[in-house]
């Protein structure tokens, strides 16, 4: 049974730091695609870093050069080092997971396409 369990969320003051950790169980972790994603109240679920099985990375613009998601197959854990945080990213955050058929490279990765979710880890971001 697949089971993602985020942690590392909390509050911070404007141009602060947090790391974000999703620890997986239950599948071949190496072979699957995974996304960090985030959802604010009263919006939809937005994608914003992915990483392929390959370590192909890929960010939503408003995050580029803030944030970077990468993962240790070791330790079956991915991760999103969060800087220069904005009262905007504030949102509860959800790791994905999908091993998309064995096509981990080429499938598309949007929030439809995640078969396994974590619990989500909120984030707040302060002025």
């Known amino acids: 049974q697949v089971q993602l369990v985020e942690s590392g969320g909390g509050s911070v003051q404007a141009g602060g730091s947090l790391r974000l950790s999703c620890a997986a169980s239950?599948?071949?972790?190496?072979?699957?695609?995974m996304g960090w994603f985030r959802q604010a109240p009263g919006k939809e679920r937005e994608r914003i870093a992915t990483i392929r099985s390959d370590g192909s990375t890929r960010y939503t613009d408003s995050v580029k050069g803030r944030f970077t998601i990468s993962k240790d197959n070791a330790k079956n854990t991915l991760y999103l080092d969060m800087n220069s945080l904005k009262p905007e990213d504030t949102a509860m955050y959800y790791c994905?997971?999908?091993?998309?058929?064995?096509?981990?490279?080429?499938?598309?990765?949007?929030?439809?396409?995640?078969?396994?979710w974590g619990q989500g880890t909120q984030v707040t971001v302060s002025s």
């Open positions: 239950g599948y071949t972790y190496s072979s699957y695609c």
């Open positions: 994905a997971a999908d091993s998309f058929g064995g096509l981990c490279t080429i499938a598309s990765m949007w929030a439809d396409d995640f078969s396994y």
